[in-house]
């Protein structure tokens, strides 16, 4: 099948160094500490965050510092065919932890000892790219939960179809079987803290493939910045300062 | 007494701390003036929204907003054979989730306590009031069905839990379009994409276009607490966490009562106090018919 026609046109009309529109808001679910809702397209997922907060297990406290937890889940209605068990199956586990891991790299726990930090992130529409879309709208959470972190973290994925690098795939694209590279850095420090690849992909190739979903990542950082500033300006507004 | 020692410390101490420390007191002094700390007489409800549409891949949605509480409903179909004792008969299955984002009280791993009871109260409340005609969702009688599964997320909890859930099923069911299908030749039903419509078709579509279901009367609910002798409506999740006793009460488009729900609670009410509870779900009645209408009018026009 085609997935870069000989005009270099993807599916959806992109060129292959494109990425989808992205969206996002913060201060959606008022009950929570912190929450955005974040957009790349058709895939569509909001994250709430709850904390610092008192630790509900006791015997996962820490003493020196806060503990982290996340929860990823899927929408029975967000995939094409309705989901059974959108929760607790093995992909619903393995990217709680990979949030998890990415998210807790950067807070600074230290700060908070004894205290719990709890990430939960819905996906309301699946349309690939699901990982990513989930990191940035908890990157925007923990923004306007006001929780302090090293760097902002954002993430993009990119693959390898047709000999020609793509960014940002969609779901017809990530399901064709070629390489998906997911990235995540923390944009000014310039670090990578996630970097998830499977399928075969030649070592020059990866390079170059990496080398884009890095470039997708600050195009991401950029927006949320952005968004971030926009949100500060409506606080002082609102502030009447 | 708390009464006493809170008047006592309330002059030196600041609302927040106020409203935090002694709750109740705090709710009954603005209840003293006939209002409630966000600014609301006790019968009016908060302002409502609904955005019909909201998730673009399900057959039919509705977004709903009561204040803060809000709730996406997305209803799905699939096709499926109908049982024996009802050949002309599809089917639906009513499902309600409380996902950790919606409350800080909901722990992941462990449902929410309101989730099940508020679930089995939507089914109950939909299926009995024949808002659906179970024969629309058929497709050839004795082979092929549609079912329905009517998925509702809250995506905030901010009390009235049920009555937005009710309203959003309800909208997502005005904005339900039922696919095009025909049955092909091994007997199965296929769906009919919009691109090939035009071409030569193999066989008859069972059903000509995208038709919308036919509701017959649609229900709308209220939530209201009762404290002492007031009568509050549409409570948030604070009033509802302090003073415990909830009646719902849902009447159909006509007025009649389809369902009354008071499980209990400290509170024990006279038949006038539930008849006040019906009179101010006859009000309620008005503005949500109305703003359905709107809502469905505006997906028109686009």
Redesign the interface.
């Known amino acids: 099948m085609e997935y870069v026609n000989p005009e270099g046109l993807r599916l959806d009309g992109r060129r292959p160094l494109e990425m989808r529109q992205l969206r996002a808001e913060i201060g ?5 500490d912190g ?1 955005a809702v974040f957009e790349m397209g ?1 895939t569509k997922v ?3 965050i ?1 904390g610092p ?1 008192e630790v ?1 297990n006791k015997s996962q406290q820490i003493n020196d510092q806060a503990v982290v ?1 996340c ?1 990823y ?1 899927m ?6 065919d ?1 989901m059974r068990k959108p929760k607790h199956d093995r992909r619903s586990t393995e990217i709680s932890l990979v949030i998890r891991q990415t998210m807790e790299a950067c807070i600074l726990t230290h700060l908070m000892p004894r205290s719990q930090i ?1 990430i ?3 996906v ?2 699946a349309d690939g790219g699901t990982r990513s879309a989930c990191i940035n709208a908890a990157t925007l959470a923990l923004a306007d939960a006001g929780i302090p972190m090293r760097d902002l973290v954002t993430s993009c994925a990119a693959g390898y179809l047709n000999t020609t690098p793509l960014l940002d795939l969609n779901y017809v694209e990530d399901s064709a079987g070629g390489p998906d590279v997911t990235v995540g850095i923390l944009p000014k420090l310039d670090k990578v803290t996630l970097l998830q690849m499977d399928a075969k992909l030649p070592l020059d190739t990866f390079e170059t493939v990496m080398q884009l979903a890095i470039e997708g990542c600050k195009a991401v950082a950029n927006y949320i910045r952005e968004i971030l500033l926009e949100n500060t300006k409506q606080l002082e507004f609102r502030r009447g300062v | 007494m708390a009464a006493a020692s809170g008047s006592d410390l309330s002059s030196e101490m600041e609302v927040d701390a106020f409203r935090r420390l002694f709750p109740l007191n705090f709710h009954e002094r603005h209840l003293l003036k006939s209002i409630r700390p966000d600014g609301r007489t006790l019968g009016k409800a908060r302002d409502t929204i609904i955005s019909l549409g909201a ?4 057959n039919g ?1 509705a977004l709903t907003k009561i204040g ?1 509480t ?1 709730m ?1 409903a ?1 209803i ?1 179909l ?1 096709v499926m054979t109908p049982t024996v004792e009802s050949p002309d008969d599809g089917c639906i299955a009513i ?1 309600f ?1 409380m ?6 009280i909901v ?2 791993g462990r449902p929410a306590e309101a989730a099940p009871v508020v679930a089995k109260q939507l089914s109950d409340t939909i299926l009995s009031s024949g808002m659906i005609d179970l024969k629309e969702l058929s497709l050839v009688s004795g082979k092929a069905a549609w079912m329905a ?1 009517l ?1 509702i ?1 809250c ?4 009390g009235s839990l049920f009555d937005a859930a009710l309203l959003s099923a309800v909208a997502a069911f005005s904005h339900l379009q039922i696919p095009v299908v025909s049955l092909n030749d091994e007997g199965r039903i296929v769906l009919i994409s919009e691109d090939n419509g035009g071409g030569k078709l193999e066989k008859e579509p069972v059903n000509k276009e995208k038709r919308k279901l036919k509701l017959a009367t649609i229900p709308f609910s209220l939530t209201c607490i009762l404290h002492k002798n007031y009568i509050l409506a549409d409570p948030t ?1 604070e009033e509802e966490s302090i003073m415990e006793t909830l009646v719902t009460v849902v009447l159909d488009s006509s007025s009649q009562l389809v369902s009354l729900y008071k499980p209990g609670g400290p509170v024990l009410a006279q038949t006038s106090a539930i008849q006040d509870c019906v009179a101010l779900t006859r009000q309620r009645l008005k503005e949500l018919q109305k703003i359905l209408n709107e809502a469905i009018s505006d997906m028109e026009v686009d």
């Open positions: 959606v679910v008022a009950r929570a929450s058709n909001i994250a709430a709850y907060r509900q937890r929860e889940s929408a029975n209605f967000s995939t094409g309705r709890d939960f992130v819905q309301l529409q | 998730v673009t891949s399900a949605s803060c809000t996406l997305a799905k699939e499902d989730h996902p950790p984002i919606c409350s800080p722990r992941p599964y998925d997320y995506l905030d909890a901010d999740a």
